[in-house]
C-alpha cells in the first residue's frame, strides 16, 4: 500500500559512506590547485642518485618520490619502476607504487579512498564491518571519516544511542567538515531532532563559505519551518557564480523548492534549471519531485546527465509502470541511504505491486531495522508476510500498531491488511469487516485512492476464496480500479487480471 | 652533535677558470662509507637491529639540532650516511636547515627541504605561523616517513597519495589543508596499517604507534600525545624507543647465533 510521495521533500542532505559521496561528486574542491604546483625538475637530484647508485633503494626512493608529487608519469621514472618491479627484494608497497607509476593498475581503487572503511552497504555483514572499524579506530583514532561511517553503519542497525556517540566524535575532530557536517545533520534529522539538525549546520565554520553546507542549512531550516537568516546569501553566491556549476546544483535546488513553495514558478524553474546543468544526485531527484508534486517541469530533466538518481529513476520507472526496473532503482537507492525509510516503503511497494513478496521483505528488514516505528514499513511488512502464508509473523507485526495513534493512510492500510490476513486465515467474515471498516475509514478521512486500493485487495481476496460475494465484489474492485490515477490504476487493473487468472487455474483453492 | 656529519674544512673553487661566476663554495664532511640506501641493498635481510638502531641514531641526531634550536628540514635516505667503522649513521646535509638564532637563504621558503619529502600538509601548502610546528614538525614527520622507507622501500607521503582519491590528493586540491585533512586522515589509517605489514613482528606495534605519531597529518597533534602541552617535538620519547627495541632485536639475534 503506498504512502503518498513525499507533500513537502526538501533538499536535505544525503547521507552515504564516503565512497558512494566520491561518487556523486560531493567531496570534489572547491577550488582546484595551478597545475604549477610541482614540476619535473623537482626530480633532478633523485635522477642524478639513480645514475650513480643505481639499486633497489635508490629506485624505490625515486619512484616514490615521484609518485608523492603526481610525477610518475616521468619517461626515467616509469623506467626506474620498471626495475623496481622486476626485483624480486622490493616490498609489496614499493611495488604497487611502481604500479601506479606505469599506470598498471587503475586509479578506481584510489577513488574509493578507503574500501575496508566501507560499511559494507545493507546487504554486507554490517556488524563484521562494525567490528573492523572500531578496531582500527582503537590504532588509530583521529578518523573522522571513519567515525562518521561508523556512525552510518550503526543507523542502519538501529543503534541510535552508538551513532550518536561515534557522530559526536566524528563532529568533534572535523566540525567545519562538508562530510562529517552534512552527515551529522541527516543523523539527527533521522532521530527526529530536527533543531539539533539544523544548529549543527547553522553553527558550522564553513556555511557561509561552503554552497554543499549552506544549501543543507536553509533546507533544514525549511524542514524547522523556519527561513533561513543566509536566503540572501545564498542569493548572491548563486549570482556570483564563483563556484562551479557542479557545487551550485544543491544549493540552486534548494532555492528552487523555497520559490516554489512560496508561489513563484518561474523563479522556482529557473533555478531548477541552473541546478541541473551540472546536477548533484539530490537535485535531480528534487527536480523530479519538483515536477510531481509542483508541476515545473524542466526539460533538462529528461535529458542524460552525467549522473544518476536512483530516487528519480525509481519514480520515473515507476510512472511509467516499468515495475521491475523501478523495483531495482528502488533497491539500489536503499543501498545508498540504508537507514532512510522512504526508499524502503517506496521499494516495498513496488516489490509488491509485482508481487515478490521475498524482495519487498528483504527491503523490509533492512528499512526497519533504523525505523522500527514506522507504521507503513510494519504494514508492507506484514502483507509481504501474509502472502507467503507466514500468517503469525504477519500478525505479530501488525500487533506492534494495535495500540498506537498513526496518520490516517498508514491507518487505512493496516486495517485492510488485517482483513486480508483474515481471509488468508479463512475468517471470511472478520477480513470482510475489516476491509470494510478500512474503505469507512479512508472515505472519511478522504483518502480515495486508498479506499480503491482496499477495494482492489478485498475483491482479490473474495475471488480467490471463490466466495459468493466474489463476483459482485470483483466487479466494485475493477471500477474502484479504473477510478485510481495512472499509472496506478493500470497496475491495479493488471493485478486483478493477474488474480483472475491464477484463479481460474487452480479452482482448487475455492473454499 | 655526535649523530650529525661534522665538517672538516672548507673552500672553494673556480670550476671554469675563466669565468669568475662558476666559483662553487663547498664543505668538506667527515668521511661515510655510503647513504643508508646503499647500505639497505647490501643487507640479504631486512636486519630489525640495524634498522631501529638507525632511527635511534637519527632521532638522537634531530634532537642534537633542536637542543642548538636548529631544525634540520631536509631529513631524506640520502641524507642519512652510515659510518662502519663507528658502527653508526648520521645525519648529514644542513644546507635547508633552518636556526632559531641566525636568518637562512631558505627560511622564507614555504617548503625549505625538497618537496616530494615534505610534510603532507607542506604539500597541500600549508604554512603555520607557528615556527615549531612549521620547522621542528617537519623534522618529526621526516623521522617517521624514514621509518617507513627503512622497513617498506617507500615513503609516507606515496603511501597517503596512493590512497586518496585523485580529486584529493595535493596537485588538485585547492580548498586549503583544513578540508583535506579528514580525507589524509582516512588515508593515513589505511597507511599504518600497509606500513605495520613490513614490519617484523617484535617492533610492530610499537612502531606503528611510533609513526602513528610522528608522521600524524595534522602537525598541531604531531608528536607523542603526553608531550603536547610542552616539548611537543621532542624526540626524546622515540630514541628511549628505539633504543629498547634495537636492544630486544640486538638480543634476539645474539640468542639465535648463539
Redesign the interface.
Known sequence: MLKNDDPDRQVVPRWRSVESALKFRELAPLAQRPSDAFSDSMLDDLLEDWKRQPGLSVACDAVSAAFSIGRGQHAQIQEIARFVLKDGRATPAARRIASRCLGIETEAEAAGLSASAAIGGPFGDIRATIGKMRERLRVYHLNPILWTNLALAYTTLGAREKASRAMRVALAQAPGHRFVVRAASRLFLHHGDIDRAHAILARSPSVEADPWILASEIAVAAVRGRSSRLLAKAKRIIEARNHSLMHLSELASTMATIEADAGSAGKAKKLCALSLQDPAENAIAQAAWLERQKGIYVRALAQPQVISSNEAEAWSEFQSARLERASEAAKNWQFEQPFSSRPANFGSYLFLLRDDFRGAEQILRIGRASNRDDPMLGNNLAFALANQGRLEEALTVLAEFSNRTVDPIPAVCLTATAGFINFRASNLESGRRFYQRAIELADRCGLPPSAAMAKVHWGIEELRAQSNEFPTKISEAREAAKSLPAPLSGIYLAMLARAETAAAAKPHLAL | MSKVARAIGSGSKILNPGNPWTRVEYLIFELADED???N??AMAKLDLAFLVRTLHDVATGLAQLHQAQIAHQDL???NVLVYKREATSKICDLGRAWDMNAAGPHDNEAIAG????APIEQ?Y?EKSTDHRVRRFGCDMYHLGSLAV?L?????M???L???????????????GY??????V??????S????A??VPELARNDL?VAV?QLC?P?PV?RGHPLNRRTRQFSFERYISLFDRLARKAELRLLMKTA
Open positions: 643508508i640506501r646503499a639497505l641493498d631524506k635516505p640520502s625538497d618537496r616530494q619529502y604539500l601548502g622507507f622497513f617498506g622501500k617507500t615513503h607521503n606515496s603511501l597519495i596512493d590512497k586518496l582519491a585523485p580529486q584529493h590528493r595535493p596537485g588538485f586540491w585547492g580548498s583544513c578540508a583535506v585533512l579528514p580525507f586522515q582516512a588515508a593515513f589509517d589505511l599504518l596499517e600497509e606500513f605489514q613490513s606503528r602513528s600524524e595534522d597533534r
